[in-house]
């Protein structure tokens, strides 16, 4: 992922997205060959309902600066209500990770349909500036660490 170049940071961003919907404008705006930051790594899942608090906590442990979930619009879910079950845990994780001292605009979640490929690219633009702005995440230097003793 990307590294220090030139004393800049550079944001390690993971994304859970929606098979049916983020995912599917992720790979639109790839395909339309739109242009957006390469910090981020997209994990994709069935739907944003499946994404667990756990894998969010794991990830800002594991030396990511940032977090991204991108599910369908409310009432256009694959499966009915799952991203409705997101957007309650989203409100959840962000009194989480605030409690454990990880700021919470480092958490971001928007609805984004298939067809919003520049949507996709224009707030993956958005969320590496934001946490840019931030500096690196709390927990990057455990994992850095971690590099350098093997």
């Not at 049916?20 to 790594?41: E, H, Q, V």
């Not at 962000?94 to 949507?119: C, F, H, N, Q, T």
Request: aromatic share 10%; charged share 25%.
């Amino acid at each position: 992922m990307g590294e220090e170049v030139k004393g800049e940071f550079e944001p390690r961003i993971i994304g859970f997205t929606c098979n049916w919907c983020t995912y599917a404008a992720a790979d639109l705006a790839g395909t339309a060959r739109m242009k957006y930051p390469p910090n981020i790594r997209l994990i994709r899942q069935m739907c944003s309902g499946r994404v667990d608090p756990l894998f969010v906590l794991k990830v800002f442990l594991r030396g990511a600066d940032g977090v991204f979930i991108g599910g369908c619009h409310p009432g256009e879910c694959h499966y009915m209500t799952g991203n409705l079950s997101a957007r309650r845990r989203y409100s959840m994780m962000k009194k989480l990770l605030e409690s454990v001292g990880i700021d919470p605009k480092r958490l971001r979640m928007e609805w984004i349909s298939a067809s919003e490929g520049i949507k996709f690219s224009d707030t993956v633009k958005e969320f590496t500036a934001q946490i840019k702005g931030l500096g690196p995440g709390p927990f990057r230097h455990i994992e850095t660490e971690g590099k350098e003793q093997k």
